[in-house]
């Protein structure tokens, strides 16, 4: 089965440091994922993805992830932290076992909070 | 943002009621998705809905249904609610079968059950 982890509940980090928000993935054959960001009583709001090609993917706000297959990890990164980046971010691998849905599986989320 | 929309924003219930979401999905999308985000968790796949029938389902027991439009709008029906039940529920749309087929969410209903 399809699986992401989200290691850590959350992360805090100065505005100004870069930050890392990490994911790892279990799957079966290639995986397909994702990056969303949610701010409170919002929803999802998507970030980035992986499907194939460069290991460094660039996103939405100045975001990039890093895929790295022999480690089986698809970390979240950003080279200066803003105030306005907290928030809560989830990881998601689309569920390739899905039948003929796209539908994501989702991690428990990590919450980002970046100081002044 | 994106252009998918939800309605109503939030609800209050009481146990063994239905409740009727909806969802408007973003222009040019052929499917939607729906899931349950209950308190300090992530999202948890209900279904999916691709020309108006059901085409995957998560989870959970049948007395969460849906319907699909032609004009891609969608609904969730809970039926006989329970406690568990209070969440923030996500609709998503995409356009399915293309290395495109990103979801893109809506800002989701709160539904809270007493």
């Known amino acids: 089965a399809q699986s992401v982890a989200q290691p850590e509940d959350q992360v805090n980090v100065a505005e100004g440091n870069p930050l890392t928000v990490k994911c790892t993935y279990s799957?079966?054959?290639?995986?397909?994922l994702f990056w969303y960001v949610q701010y409170p009583n919002r929803g999802l709001q998507f970030l980035l993805k992986?499907?194939?090609?460069?290991?460094l993917v660039k996103g939405s706000y100045g975001f990039e992830a890093e895929f790295n297959k022999s480690q089986t990890s698809f970390h979240l990164k950003k080279p200066s932290a803003l105030v306005s980046d907290s928030a809560l971010y989830f990881c998601?691998?689309?569920?390739?076992?899905?039948?003929?849905?796209?539908?994501?599986?989702f991690g428990t989320g990590t919450l980002l909070a970046v100081q002044p | 943002e994106t252009g998918v929309t939800q309605s109503p924003t939030h609800l209050i219930k009481t146990r063994g009621q239905q409740v009727t979401l909806r969802c408007s999905s973003q222009s040019g999308h052929n499917t939607v998705s729906w899931y349950q985000q209950a308190l300090g968790q992530g999202p948890q796949f209900i279904f999916q809905?691709?020309?108006?029938?059901?085409?995957g389902r998560g989870n959970f027991p049948p007395r969460f249904s849906g319907l699909q439009f032609p004009n891609y709008s969608s609904e969730l029906n809970v039926n006989a609610l329970e406690l568990d039940d209070s969440a923030l529920y996500l609709c998503?749309?995409?356009?399915?079968?293309?290395?495109?087929?990103?979801?893109?969410f809506g800002p989701g209903t709160r539904l809270t059950v007493l």
């Open positions: 809905y691709y020309r108006e029938e059901e085409n």
């Open positions: 992986y499907i194939t090609g460069d290991n």
């Open positions: 998601a691998v689309r569920d390739i076992g899905g039948g003929a849905t796209n539908k994501l599986i």
């Open positions: 998503a749309s995409s356009l399915l079968g293309t290395l495109t087929d990103t979801q893109y």
């Open positions: 799957v079966s054959g290639n995986p397909y």
